[in-house]
């Protein structure tokens, strides 16, 4: 799992993880779906990185930015100034993508319209397409504010921004399901 051998069969897996089963020399990825989560058979070459979502960061003493992802793992960015917005460009709920097995970030995904997305919680769980608007409201929590989101087939449909995991820049960087 994520690169490496994991020998117990009670060990967690979560969303994203990577698996790689070597009796059935299949890879796959841990995705949403209408049911919860899913297997996603993945190529070989997209089993070299995992996506992660930033959920909180910090600024730890030394002036570094601690990322806390969603997988409960945390990446400290080595900043010389993080109150420069030029060096700390990370916001919460963008994307890293990181490297398995050595763990390196190798990739920033922004959560911005245009973005590709998949939608990981609510009714809506499964469903992906690019991001169309996200609705800004003073005084609300980010967390709950509401994007708009368009598949592939033309049909909108909305969630709150807690819900919504970006998966690239202009086209997604993984594979995913086809639309139902």
């Keep these: 799992m994520n690169g490496k051998v994991q020998r117990d069969e009670r060990?967690?897996?979560?969303?994203?993880?990577?698996?790689?089963?070597?009796?059935?020399?299949?890879?796959?990825?841990?995705?949403?779906?209408?049911?919860?989560l899913?297997?996603?058979?993945?190529?070989?070459?997209?089993?070299?990185?995992?996506?992660?979502?930033i959920e909180n960061k910090t600024i730890v003493n030394g002036g570094h930015v601690q990322l806390n992802l969603h997988d409960?793992?945390?990446?400290?960015?080595?900043?010389?100034?993080?109150?420069?917005?030029?060096?700390?460009?990370?916001?919460?709920?963008?994307?890293?993508?990181?490297?398995i097995p050595n763990q390196e970030v190798v990739g920033h995904m922004k959560l911005i319209e245009g973005?590709?997305?998949?939608?990981?919680?609510?009714?809506?769980?499964?469903?992906?397409?690019?991001?169309?608007?996200i609705e800004e409201r003073l005084g609300q929590k980010r967390k709950k504010l509401l994007v708009t989101t368009e598949d592939v087939k033309g049909k909108r449909f909305q969630t709150t921004l807690d819900f919504v995991f970006v998966t690239?820049?202009?086209?997604?960087?993984i594979s995913l399901p086809e639309a139902s």
Aim: glycine share 10%; charged share 30%; proline share 4%.
């Design 11 to 36: 060990f967690s897996t979560g969303l994203m993880d990577v698996i790689s089963i070597s009796e059935v020399e299949g890879t796959y990825r841990i995705l949403p779906s209408e049911k919860g």
């Design 38 to 53: 899913a297997l996603h058979s993945i190529e070989k070459d997209e089993a070299g990185f995992k996506l992660c979502r």
């Design 72 to 99: 409960g793992r945390n990446i400290l960015i080595q900043v010389k100034d993080p109150k420069k917005p030029e060096e700390d460009v990370y916001r919460t709920m963008d994307t890293l993508k990181i490297s």
């Design 115 to 133: 973005a590709p997305a998949i939608i990981v919680g609510g009714k809506n769980i499964g469903r992906h397409g690019k991001i169309v608007d």
């Design 168 to 173: 690239g820049d202009a086209e997604s960087s």
